[in-house]
Structure formats: C-alpha cells, structure tokens
C-alpha cells in the first residue's frame, strides 16, 4: 500500500520537476535573476525530499548544477559584471550541492526512520496475528472446558438420580470410615440411616450379625472395612436385627475398594440387597423339600407331556428306580400299558381345569412286580397361576389291598357261615318241628284207637310221650327265637317304657288268669331301643316274675326306673322264691336253671334272651336276689342322644 | 253243595296228610278234601293238566299249601296262583310248620289269605284244622265259579 502511494507520488512529482527545472531554466535564459537564480533552483531540490528516490537529490543536484552552467552562457548579461555572476552560479551550485546532501541525509535518515517504522509495524502486525491466534485457542479452551464442567454436572447429576432411584443400597465411605454416600435405598434396607460411628463400632451401631444370627460380625471382616482395606467382598449373607428391626432382616452384600485416576485408594463402597424374602422362601422351600423327601408317600412331579422332573426317596423306594434313572425321561415306564389311556385321561381333565384327580390303580415296580396304588394327581401352578407341570402323590396300597381282599374273604366266608346258620334254622323250625307234631298227633290217634284196651300205666305212657314232644316243640321254639334274636336287624326309636310295660302287662296278666298280684308300676321314661325287642324283654321279665312269685300268697311285683346321664337303668323286683347269690352268674345262660322243671316250668332260654337283647342295644344285666324273699332284675339301656321334643310348645298352647 | 265244600290239600309228608286227614275227619270234612303231594301236582290240578286233565268238577273251596314241598314248593304255588288272572280269586292257606319271619312276610306280599303254624300240640291242631275247615269250607262264600274257571294254561 504505501509502495503504490510512493509510486503514485514519483508519478506525480518527476513532471512537475522536470516541469519546475525546465520553468527556472527558460527563466534564467531568457532574465536576468540575480542571487534569485539559485533559490529557485533550490526549490526542486527539496522537493525531492518527498520522492521516493534516495538518489533523487543528487541527480537533481547535478542537473541543476549543469542547468546553472548553462544558465551562465544563455542568460543575458545584465547590470551585473560576469565575475560577480560567475561567484553568484558558483554559490549557487555550492548552495545547490549542500542542500541536496543535506536533503540526501534528511531522506537517508527519514527512510532507515520509514523503514524502521515499517519493521516495527510487521512485527507488531505479526504479534498481533499471533496474539489472535493464542486468544482463539484459548476461547477455545474455555468453551471446552465449559462444556466439560456441564457434562460432569449432568452427569453428577445422572448419578445421584441413579443412587435415589437404585432398589439396591449404595454406601460409600473413605479411608477413615467417614460415610460419603448413603443411598435412601440404604437408609431404607438397613433401616437406620449414616451417623458419625466409627468403623469398630458399626456392628454394634447397625446391630451386624453372622448367619447363625447371634454371633456379631467380627468388625474388621465387614464388607464395608475391608473393601477400605482394598479387599473385594462378593454376596456376603449377613443378618441384621435392631431396634428399628426386632426381627431382623437378610442382607446380601457386595463390597470393593475406591481408587481415584492415579490408583491411590480413596475408601470403600458396598452394594446392600435385602434377601429376606429369599431367606424365607429358601427356608419354606427347605421345609416342604424335607417333607417331600421324609414322606412315605411317593411324590413325583412331571410335565404336561408326562416327563419326570422330580422324584423323591419313597418313590426310590417305592418303584426301584433311582431319581437319576428317571428324571427327565417320559413317566410311561411305571404303567402298565393297559393303564396308559387312564393316565391320559386324568391328564386330560387336569388341563381341561380340574383342581385333582383321584383314583386307585396300579403302577409297575422297576422288578416287574404290580402294586396297588392310590393316586392322587394335582397341577403345579407358578406365581402367575399358570400350569407348568403336574404332582402325583401315590401311596403303596398293596398291603391295604391284601387286607382288605383278607377282610373280604372273611366277611364272604361269614355271611356263607351266616347263610348255612340260617339255612340251619330254618330247616330246624320246618323238620325238626315236623316229627314232634307227627309223635304227638299219632300218640292222640293211638290212645283213641287204642285207648280202651290200655290200662293206666300205658295211658301214662302215652301222655308223658306227648308231654316229651310238647317239651321239646317249645325248646325249639325258644332256641329259635334266641337264634333269630342275634341275627334280626334292630330298628332303634324312641319309645314310651310306661305304655311298653302296661302293653306288657296286660299279655302277662291274660296268661296268667286266677293269678292275684300286686303290680307296681313307677312313672318311667321314653328310652332309645327297638320296641319289639325290648317287648321281649319285659314280657320276660314280668313272666318271670309271675312266674316265681307262684307261691306267694301275696305276689308284689314293682317295676321302676331310674336315668342318669349316661344310661337308663330299669328294674323288676319281686317278692317271690328268689334265688342263691353265688348262682346269680348262671341266670342269663342259655339252658341255664336254677329250679327244677318240676317246680317251675321253663326253657331256660328267657333270661339268655332278655341278656341277648340289652347287650345288643350296648347295655348289661344283672340281678339281685334272696332266697325265699325275692329276686330283683335290672337291665339299662344307654343314653344315645338327647331327644328333640318338638311338639311341646304346641302341646303346652293347645 | 257238596262240591263247595272241597278242600285241595297240597303236602308232601304222608305223616302229615294222615294227620291233618285224621283232623278233618273228626270234624267230619274228610271227604271234601283232595290230596296233592307236591306243588306241581296242585298247579296241575288247578290247571286241569296232566293226570287232572279230565276233571270236570270246578275249583276247590279252599287251598291248604305247606309251605316246603317238593319240585315246586308252597310259595311258588301260591305266587302262580296269585298272579294267575283265573285263580287269584281262589283263597290260599299257608300251612306251615315254621313260623320264620321271611315265611309269613313273603306269604302275604305274595297275597296269601291266611297262614297257620301247625302247632306240635295235636289237640290244638284238630282244632286249628277245624276252625279253617269250617271257615272256608262252610262259612266263607267262595268266589262265583265265573272267577274260577281254572282254564288251561298250556292253551
């Protein structure tokens, strides 16, 4: 730039100075100037002061020197002598000469000066540009390290959100055990938040125990001191208990030490998980594992498509098979092929929803041998409820099964016994009846046919045959009774024993006319039993009681009761022979007597059926007596339910 | 009239007919009674078949059935009988030497009319016999022989 103004200004000033030299030189030709001459001459001179030129001044020097020489012979001579106008050009071109060094040397100077400016304005320039580029870097620079103190918020920021938001608690402490991060996930497991503890005191400050739950956790083997220690610590099961959490609490924990960028250790941080749950879980699962392997019972669990998953020891037992024999293959080894369409379908209705099934079946042992089993088969539900496989729970019933075919047997073999007892009966009562009729009725015919021609000792003959078939038609009848007594069905109700005994009373009364007897009826109860039976019995008793008061002039007969809360007990007291004591064991036996026929007809059967009878109905009998004073019987009958009097309310109103 | 009076007596035991025979004659009813000795040959001649096939005369008064005989016994005869559109109107009468339970019931759920137990005592048989002799023989009006007709049932 200043180059083009230096040479616009040459551009400039030659013209005008060769302009002003020719100018001075026609003027000095053509006038007489005097001294004035070279002033004017002087005047280009300095002008060169401003061309560009250094050598400028010189040159114009010489021209203006050879021009003031030639001034000399052009000029005309005026009032001047030629001495004085030869000293006047001579100082001219001295004048001239002096100017033009001088102004040599002002230019010499103002150029170094130019030049030195020019230098001084690059290296400013340059120091300028450089300062520009040093002041970009280091906007740079902090734009950079702007951004980086952003990102490291943002991410600070990211991290205290995560450590808020983590299910897991976090705790971090330095190499004094000064907790610098405590997680409220931490706060929250542990239930107690930081405090200023010093490390020797944290298990007694969060109450850290091993898992036998009563020792405490040696302090210098927490996770948390030794990760500080520069230990690494994986899933250390610790228990908790503290007044925050009396029953305390499961902890899982993960420990490692805390380095900065160059390695140097910083502390320790641990990761808390609360395992209570599983603890529980593994414990429930320990408990029903314990179950399933002491059961007797074999328990298998299998999938849908019948593959064994599981199989415990009585099933080892059971089958023959070891678990790892058969798990994971297809269950159709322990079915008879007979079977496999039944299994099939209960699986059928396990998916179709059915909570269980049930049946009775039999399975095939690893020897071959069949057992009989019961089965019960259930479908094992996730979580969700969905069905993942199936349980079968079997019980060995073989045994069982042996018993109960025993028991089969014997009931068979009974009721045949049962069956001929009966045919027995039956064809006693028919043909055993048959002949005594046909004695008697043909010793009738003969004494009519024959009679006449008999004397008394034959007559007696005959009638004591007839007696004999009369005897023995009514042991028959008796017997049978009996017999029939301990095989007929009871029909037990409740009846009225005051309208039972009157009923009683009267068939006794009609069989025994002529008889004066004095019978005492006390208020009785209604008793649970069945009516034709115990009909029997106090016919019986009564009978008996008739029967043995004979010879009484006066016969007393008192029937009465008496009721507790277990058993109703009845009793028939005479005034009659009575009996001996130390024979009253023999009253209630089949055939047993204590008087003669003689004395007293009789079968011997009466008591034994009235013992029968009560004993039937879960009751006893007994009786007291004293000879030729009277005899006493009892029977009771048990309390079996309290009866429902649903008419009384009706009965009281009507 | 006399026919009215006939009794068919069905028993197998000879001792028996004797008996009963010895019974009736002496409340003079002998002669009305018919002896059959076993079920098949009171159904037969009931029915007027095999060796009955020519009788002529109508139905007996009255049936005397023991209850176990031979090839067809009491009950069978008296459950033929009973469901037989032409006879169930004839009285039936067991006579019997039990009295078992399942006898009696089974008699008359079949419908019998009557059922003795033929007591050892023979005094107290004669009067027995005599009492049902007089009742369905003399007293008791027989079904008009419309009822009767006893047709055949091999026909």
């Known amino acids: 730039m200043n180059r083009v103004a230096v040479l616009s200004l040459s551009a400039i000033v030659r013209p005008l100075m060769v302009a002003l ?16 001459i070279w002033l004017l001459y002087l005047i280009p001179v300095w002008g060169t002061f401003w061309y560009p030129h250094r050598q400028s001044p010189l040159i114009v020097a010489i021209t203006c020197a050879i021009l003031v020489v030639f001034g000399f012979f052009l000029s005309p001579p005026g009032s001047y002598s030629v001495s004085m106008v030869v000293v006047n050009r001579a100082l001219g071109i001295m004048t001239v000469a002096i100017t033009a060094a001088v102004i040599y040397q002002l230019k010499k100077h103002h150029e170094a000066l130019a030049e030195a400016r020019i230098t001084l304005e690059r290296r400013v320039e340059e120091r300028t540009a450089e300062l520009a580029t040093t002041n970009q870097t280091l906007q740079e620079e902090i ?18 959100s995560i450590l808020r938001s983590l299910g897991e608690g976090v705790i971090v402490a330095d190499m004094a055990g000064k907790f610098l991060v405590w997680n409220p996930a931490a706060e929250r497991i542990i239930g107690l938040g930081p405090t200023n503890s010093s490390p020797e005191a944290w298990q007694r400050t969060y109450g850290v125990y091993l898992p036998d739950r009563v020792t405490p956790y040696p302090t ?3 996770p948390l ?21 009396p029953d305390g609490l499961w902890l899982s924990v993960t420990g490692r030490p805390v380095y900065d960028a160059s390695g140097a250790p910083l502390g320790g941080v641990v990761v808390v998980r609360d395992i209570s749950n599983r603890k529980r879980e593994d414990e429930t699962l320990a408990r029903l594992a314990a179950i399933v392997d002491h059961s007797d019972d074999a328990i298998i669990g299998t999938t849908f498509d019948g593959v064994v998953t599981t199989w415990n020891a009585a099933a080892e037992r059971m089958y023959g098979y070891t678990a790892r024999e058969v798990i994971a293959t297809p269950i159709t080894f322990l079915i008879p092929p007979d079977l496999i369409e039944e299994e099939q379908s209960m699986i059928k209705r396990l998916k179709e929803g059915e909570r269980a099934a049930h049946l009775e079946t039999v399975r095939r042992r690893k020897d071959g041998q069949d057992i009989h089993v019961s089965l019960t088969m259930s479908p094992i539900l996730d979580r ?74 034959g007559r007696r003959y005959l009638r004591t045959i007839s007696e004999s078939a009369k005897q023995m038609g009514c042991l028959v009848d008796d017997l049978l009774a009996f017999s029939r007594m301990g095989r007929t069905e009871m029909r037990e109700s409740w ?22 007897i004095e019978w005492i009826v006390n208020r009785l109860p ?14 019986n008793l009564l009978a008996n009681a008739e029967k043995y008061t004979r010879s009484r002039v006066q016969a007393r007969v008192e029937i009465g009761a008496s009721k507790n809360s277990d058993e109703t007990i009845v009793f028939v007291r005479d005034n009659g022979v009575g009996f001996e004591m130390q024979y009253a064991h023999k009253l209630f036996g089949v055939f047993q007597r204590l008087h003669s026929a003689k004395d007293f007809e009789g079968t011997g059967i009466g008591l034994a059926s009235v013992r029968r009878i009560i004993a039937r109905h879960g009751g006893r009998t007994w009786a007291n007596g004293v000879v030729n004073e009277g005899a006493t019987f009892y029977f009771s009958l048990p309390q079996k339910g309290e009866r429902c009097h649903g008419g009384v309310e009706a009965n009281t109103a009507g | 009239m006399a026919e009215l009076k006939r009794i068919l007596l069905a028993e197998d035991n000879e001792k028996d007919v004797e008996l009963t025979l010895a019974a009736m004659e002496e409340h003079h009813l002998a002669n009305e009674v018919v002896v059959v000795t076993d079920g098949a040959e009171a159904l037969d001649y009931l029915c007027r078949r095999g060796k009955f096939a020519a009788r002529q005369n109508g139905q007996p008064a009255v049936v005397l059935l023991d209850l176990k005989m031979p090839k067809v016994d009491g009950l069978e005869v008296l459950r033929v009988i009973k469901s037989h559109p032409d006879l169930k109107s004839l009285p039936v009468v067991m006579l019997t030497s039990s009295h078992e339970e399942r006898d009696l019931v089974e008699s008359y759920r079949l419908g019998v009319n009557a059922y003795v137990v033929k007591p050892v005592d023979f005094q107290r048989f004669i009067s027995a016999v005599k009492e049902l002799g007089f009742f369905w023989a003399l007293i008791n009006q027989a079904p008009p022989a419309s009822m009767t007709k006893g047709t055949n049932w091999n026909t």
């Open chain 1, 21 to 36: 030299l020719g100018g001075v030189f026609i003027l000095d030709a053509l006038t007489p100037l005097g001294v004035i």
């Open chain 1, 495 to 516: 009846i009225s024993l005051d309208a039972l005994v009157q009923d009683a009373l009267q068939t006794v009364k009609s069989e025994s006319p002529g008889r004066n």
């Open chain 1, 220 to 222: 210098e083997d927490l």
């Open chain 1, 384 to 457: 969700a409820g969905k069905r993942i496989g199936i349980s079968k729970i079997t019980r060995d019933i073989s045994e069982q099964k042996r018993v109960e075919q025993e028991m089969k047997q014997h009931t068979d073999e009974v009721n045949v016994l049962n069956k001929e007892l009966e045919a027995f009966s039956y064809s006693v009562s028919h043909d055993l009846r048959a002949p005594l009729r046909h004695i008697d009725g043909f010793v009738d015919l003969l004494q009519r046919q024959a009679g006449g021609f008999l004397d008394d000792k």
């Open chain 1, 526 to 539: 209604e008793v649970q039993a069945d009516p034709a039976m115990l009909r029997l019995v106090v016919i």
């Open chain 1, 225 to 245: 001191a030794k990760a500080i220690r520069g230990i690494s610590v994986d899933g250390d099961e610790q228990f908790l208990r503290h007044a925050g959490c």
């Open chain 1, 143 to 160: 734009a950079a390290r702007r951004q980086m103190a952003d990102d490291l918020s943002k991410q600070t920021t990211i991290l205290q």
